[in-house]
C-alpha cells in the first residue's frame, strides 16, 4: 500500500528512515525518495501550513535493499512561509535533496488554464506493469503497483504532442492532507518522462533507450485527494544532449488544475544492433 511506503520511522529530531517495498527493480523508484522526502519535511512543519512548492535533485541511484535516511535542516520558519531542505542518505552518502516551501492559506488573485477532454477513467485499462529483473525461480510475484494508471490518449500536432493519464492511489488513503501531496509527488515520477519519447517512434520495450530522473520540481496550486482521479496531461517541450525536459499539469476531476509538474531526464539511445555479417 502506499501509505504503508511513505510512512517513515522517525529516529531522532529532524532524522527518519524510510524503506523500499518488496519487488524487483535494482534500483529505488526515484517518486518514491521525493515522496519519503516530502513526508520527513512536513513532519517538522505546522499543520497550518501546507506545501505549495518542492523543488530535487535525484544524485545517486538508490539501492532498494537498504533503508533510506532522511535529515531535515529547518532552514526558515517565517511569518507566512516555512523552509525545508532534506537529504536522503544511502551508505553514507547523499542520493537525493530536496527543499519544500510551505505557506499558510491567504486570499489572492485566481486563474487558470482548462482542463482538455479526455475519456472517463472508467472506460480505460491499467496501464501494464514494465517488466523488471526476473524473478527467482519459486519467489511470490510482486504486489501491484501503489498507484493505477489509466492511459487516456495522445493529441496535439507534431512538435507539439501531449499525453494524458489518468492516475489514484489504488486504496483509500487516510485523510491528512500532506499524505494526499505527498502521494501524487510520488506518482508523478512514474509516466512523466515517456512525454520525451513521443513522435520518435520509440519503444521503451525494444531495449534501446535508457533513463532517469534528473531533477523534479512540483508546485501545489488547490487541494485534492489522491485516491480520487486525477488527470496528468504530459509534454516536452524539448529535448537535447541526452536530456529531455518534460512538463505536466494535474487536475482534478472536476476540472480544477490542482499541480503543475517539471522534470528533467536522462534518456539515452543505444544504436540498434549490427545486421548480422
Do not use: K, N
Request: glycine share 8%; proline share 9%; net charge negative.
Amino acid at each position: 500500500m502506499l501509505v504503508d511506503i511513505l510512512d517513515l520511522e522517525r529516529i531522532e529530531e529532524d532524522i527518519f528512515r524510510g524503506r523500499s517495498p518488496r519487488g524487483r527493480w535494482q534500483r529505488v523508484f526515484g517518486g518514491q525518495v521525493a515522496g519519503q522526502a516530502l513526508v520527513a519535511a512536513g513532519r517538522t512543519v505546522t499543520p497550518d501550513r501546507a506545501v505549495h512548492s518542492l523543488h530535487a535533485y535525484f544524485i545517486r541511484p538508490g539501492d532498494p535493499e537498504v533503508p533510506i535516511v532522511y535529515t531535515v535542516d529547518r532552514v526558515r520558519d517565517g511569518r507566512s512561509f516555512t523552509t525545508r531542505r532534506v537529504t536522503a542518505i544511502q551508505h553514507g552518502r547523499a542520493i537525493f535533496t530536496l527543499s519544500a516551501s510551505f505557506h499558510r492559506q491567504e486570499e489572492g488573485l485566481e486563474h487558470q488554464e482548462a482542463m482538455p477532454d479526455a475519456p472517463a477513467p472508467e472506460l480505460l485499462t491499467d496501464w501494464p506493469e514494465r517488466s523488471g529483473p526476473e524473478a527467482e525461480p519459486g519467489s511470490d510475484p510482486p504486489p501491484p503497483r501503489p498507484v493505477e494508471i489509466r492511459p487516456a490518449g495522445v493529441s496535439g500536432e507534431p512538435g507539439e504532442l501531449r499525453r494524458m493519464v489518468w492516475m489514484r492511489a489504488r486504496d483509500m488513503l487516510p485523510d491528512d492532507p500532506l499524505l494526499h501531496v505527498c502521494a501524487v509527488a510520488y506518482a508523478s515520477d512514474m509516466t512523466l518522462l515517456d512525454s520525451v519519447t513521443l513522435g520518435h517512434e520509440l519503444s521503451w520495450e525494444d531495449g534501446r533507450l535508457s533513463a532517469a530522473s534528473l531533477d523534479h520540481a512540483m508546485w501545489f496550486h488547490w487541494p485534492f485527494r489522491a485516491d480520487e482521479w486525477l488527470l496528468y496531461v504530459q509534454r516536452s517541450p524539448a529535448a537535447s544532449g541526452a536530456r529531455g525536459l518534460a512538463q505536466g499539469t494535474i487536475f482534478r476531476r472536476d476540472g480544477l488544475l490542482v499541480a503543475s509538474v517539471v522534470q528533467e531526464g536522462l534518456i539515452r539511445l543505444q544504436p540498434p544492433p549490427a545486421a548480422p555479417a
